[in-house]
Every structure is written in structure tokens, then in C-alpha cells.
């Protein structure tokens, strides 16, 4: 018989991790840009983030079809542990009536590396050998990016340009090197998209110092047809905008 003592975990929570992105002035919610009558910041309180929430419910949930559980269900609310430790782009319509958490049209959600390490990793750890990639590449700072949603009535280039008119005044702010994150197929059967799957697998493949390799598991190969049997107009036209690029 043997005793294992359990590891004393030192990570700040995330009221301490919160705190201490509060006390960065960037974080205040200054305008990051605009286009027109859109402008994009990042949220300056639990309202804004609630009510990005709100918006990713309508996209995920009535929209598309995701799952929920019984309290998104109730709270009509996208939300997990996540959303505490990132900071929320939001894209407002300053057109719009009402107060601004009402005017949310679009929202990225960004998990910093240092707040992810300390907070015991990135989301897309739970899908892909993130850790893996990170420790190959201990000079560059790494940003995730997630939970991409924009309203129907506003999928429109000025938008997405709003979008990362935020991400870049971010990552220069932070000095950010490389950005990932999670980019999904709509359903659970790969086969569904096996054209535009094995197009990528053939034609898109990283350096292998940037290979990620789903966790264990999770892995299917995405070769699942002919590649002479692919067309690749079709194929293309396919894919999700975020993997589209």
C-alpha cells in the first residue's frame, strides 16, 4: 500500500485572474475601431459579457442546432468556465436603440497564454495536443481565439473587418505571435463534409512544426474520399467562413 500526496495547486482563480486584467488599462474598453456605425471594444462589464452570451445562444443554440444543457436552456445563455478568464471583443451597432449591451451584434472570445497557463489551459486542449505545439515554440506568445458569432442581418465583410480590427490593435498590445483555436463543421459526422475534409487534408496541411494532432479519442482521418474525385470549387464553397478564411 502506498499513500500519493496531493499536489498543492497554486493557479490563481479566476476572481484573481479577473482582477488582475482588470488592472490593465487596455482592458478598459476604449473603441479598438470602427467602421461606420459599427464599433468594436472589449467588454467593460458582466452585462456586456452576459449579453454576448445571449447573442452566441441565438447563433449556436436556435440557430444552428447546438446542445444545451438545462441551464442554458433556462438562462438562454452561452456560457462556461471559459468566459471568466477572456477578454470578449464586442462589435456594437451605435445606430441601434437602447442601452449598449443591447447593441452587441458580434462577439470573438481571446484566452491569453499566460491566463490560460495559470488557469490550467487553453479550451482547445479538451480537442487537440495544444500543450504540445506551445512547448515547440517557447518564444512566441500565443493567443486563443473562440466562440466567433455575428448575428444573421450582420454577416457582412464591414463586419468581420471590424472584428479584427480589434484582434489586431489586441495582439499588438500584447505582443501576441501566434494565434489559434477551435473552427467546426456543422454536425458529428465527419462523412457529411468529405469533400471538403479530404481537400484540406491534401492541400492544406501545416509545417509539421505547426502539426496539431486531435487528443486521443478525437482523432479521424480527414482523407476520406479520392482526391482526384474532389472538386475543389465545391469543395471550398463548403467549408465554415472560419475555415474558409
Request: proline content about 5%.
Amino acid at each position: 500500500m502506498h499513500t500519493v500526496m496531493p499536489e498543492c495547486d497554486t493557479r490563481p482563480n479566476a476572481s484573481a485572474l479577473l482582477g488582475a486584467r482588470a488592472a490593465d488599462a487596455f482592458a478598459s474598453g476604449a473603441p479598438l475601431g470602427r467602421i461606420g456605425n459599427l464599433e468594436v471594444r472589449l467588454a467593460r462589464n458582466g452585462a456586456e459579457i452576459a449579453a454576448a452570451q445571449e447573442v452566441r445562444y441565438r447563433v449556436f443554440y436556435d440557430e444552428l442546432g447546438a446542445r444545451k444543457d438545462l441551464f442554458q436552456a433556462q438562462d438562454r445563455r452561452d456560457a462556461d468556465r471559459f468566459d471568466p478568464l477572456c477578454d470578449h471583443l464586442l462589435v456594437f451597432d451605435t445606430s441601434l436603440p437602447g442601452p449598449e449591451h443591447r447593441r452587441i451584434v458580434g462577439t470573438y472570445r481571446l484566452l491569453r497564454q499566460e491566463i490560460a497557463t495559470a488557469a490550467g489551459g487553453f479550451y482547445s486542449e479538451g480537442e487537440f495536443e495544444l500543450t504540445k505545439l506551445v512547448a515547440r515554440h517557447p518564444g512566441q506568445r500565443f493567443l486563443e481565439l473562440g466562440r466567433s458569432c455575428v448575428l444573421p442581418e450582420y454577416r457582412s465583410k464591414r463586419t468581420i473587418e471590424a472584428l479584427w480590427q480589434g484582434i489586431w490593435a489586441y495582439i499588438n498590445h500584447y505582443g501576441i505571435g501566434v494565434m489559434t483555436g477551435c473552427a467546426s463543421f456543422h454536425g458529428t459526422v465527419p462523412a457529411a463534409h468529405a469533400e471538403a475534409l479530404t481537400y484540406l487534408a491534401h492541400h492544406c496541411r501545416t509545417d509539421q512544426a505547426w502539426d496539431v494532432r486531435a487528443v486521443a479519442g478525437r482523432y479521424c482521418s480527414m482523407d476520406l474520399m479520392p482526391i482526384e474525385a474532389v472538386n475543389a470549387k465545391a469543395a471550398i464553397a463548403a467549408m465554415p467562413p472560419l475555415v474558409k478564411g
